[in-house]
């Protein structure tokens, strides 16, 4: 059996930079949203050639580094579809799933101009920690435009399994040390971390089996090849609805309102276990300020809208917006703790 890690560590290093995060995100939202509008009608006066041009005068390319069918293509794809309408101009939605977040290779080529964005999400905070290598340096290589939003990820079963909760799951898999296995959408994403911080905790065993995308992972589990997920809830829903998958427990503190019967992992005997992927929007260093705030503003918008706020909500998501600076801060500290917990898990970097 794995023994566990050092749970007050691994607990402080969850409880850093926990202060000012998403607890303080929804009393600041409308202020920094209003404020991301106004700063459009203070753009600086230069720019290069092709930012002094009507912006968009063409199509744009919205990048995203995962499979088709996970929460942030999702998300992306919701988003498209409401600026499209807001600013007259096709998004076209390019999935670019692989390790460490192939997508930002992409990104990190494209011409900076504005027409290429991409979503980044939870991984560009955790993949310094992950990786002893990167293509790219996310603080040198891209302008982070606005955060999205947050969510909770959903511990799920295959429902041949014989538990119905997760001291049920605990108890079994210690009963079988490393004959179960967990799927994740790839290293340092919050699938992975959300079961090594799982194992940390319990000490339990579990084989790690790592997928390019939550769709495949989805999949395997329902067909038995694998025995557990903790992924984010939009693409569980319907599933755990549905009855082919069982839900356990959500990582979030507070239990989610689209989940409403299910405890969090901190009710169900782990206490101070959290974990709430984020998403948000960047372009490449070097796209003009005034489009910067363009995007951010148009962004900000959309978040609001009917359509995107009822879409969020149905998924289990949380509203974030802001300024740019705001997304840059959130994504420095976020990267600060994840690197701790990583450390503090004893995962080793590749």
């Given at each position: 059996m794995r023994n566990p890690v050092d749970t007050n560590r691994f607990h402080e290093s969850l409880e850093h930079g926990r202060q000012g995060d998403l607890g303080h995100v929804h009393t600041r939202r409308m202020v920094t949203v209003f404020a991301a509008l106004l700063a459009v009608w203070a753009l600086p006066g230069s720019a290069?050639?092709?930012?002094?041009?009507?912006?968009?005068?063409?199509?744009?390319?919205?990048?995203?580094?995962?499979?088709?069918?996970?929460?942030p293509d999702i998300s992306a794809r919701s988003l498209a579809s409401q600026l499209a309408l807001q600013m007259g101009q096709q998004f076209v939605v390019e999935n670019r799933p692989g390790a460490s977040g192939i997508g930002n290779d992409v990104l990190l080529r494209a011409t900076p101009d504005g027409y290429t964005f991409g979503y980044i999400s939870f991984l560009v905070?955790?993949?310094?920690?992950?990786?002893?290598?990167?293509?790219y340096d996310f603080a040198r290589d891209f302008k982070p435009v606005i955060m999205s939003g947050s969510t909770s990820n959903v511990l799920v079963i295959n429902p041949t399994l014989p538990v119905r909760s997760v001291k049920e799951f605990i108890d079994h898999a210690s009963s079988n040390s490393g004959k179960l296995s967990y799927g994740s959408s790839g290293l340092g994403a919050s699938p992975h971390l959300a079961m090594e911080m799982f194992v940390a905790m319990t000490g339990t065993s579990l084989v790690h089996v790592a997928y390019k995308g939550t769709q495949q992972a989805i999949t395997d589990l329902i067909g038995g090849q694998i025995?557990?997920?903790?992924?984010?809830?939009?693409?569980?829903?319907?599933?755990?609805?549905?009855?082919r998958l069982r839900g356990l427990g959500v990582t979030s503190l507070k239990r989610s309102l689209v989940l409403p019967d299910l405890p969090t992992l901190d009710e169900a005997g782990l206490p101070g276990f959290e974990i709430a992927p984020w998403g948000g929007y960047a372009v490449p260093t070097g796209v003009p300020r005034n489009i910067v705030l363009r995007l951010n503003a148009e962004i900000n918008k959309a978040l609001v809208s009917p359509e995107l706020s009822k879409s969020m909500?149905?998924?289990?998501?949380?509203?974030?917006?802001?300024?740019?600076?705001?997304?840059?801060?959130?994504?420095?500290?976020?990267?600060?703790?994840?690197?701790?917990?990583?450390?503090?898990?004893?995962?080793?970097?590749q």
């Open positions: 290069p050639a092709y930012a002094q041009q009507a912006y968009p005068s063409k199509p744009l390319r919205l990048v995203v580094s995962s499979a088709p069918g996970g929460s905070a955790t993949n310094p920690a992950m990786y002893l290598k990167l293509p025995h557990i997920l903790c992924d984010t809830i939009a693409p569980l829903l319907p599933i755990i609805k549905s009855g909500a149905e998924r289990g998501g949380i509203l974030i917006g802001g300024t740019p600076e705001f997304a840059a801060d959130f994504i420095r500290r976020e990267t600060e703790k994840w690197g701790k917990v990583i450390k503090a898990a004893g995962i080793k970097p």
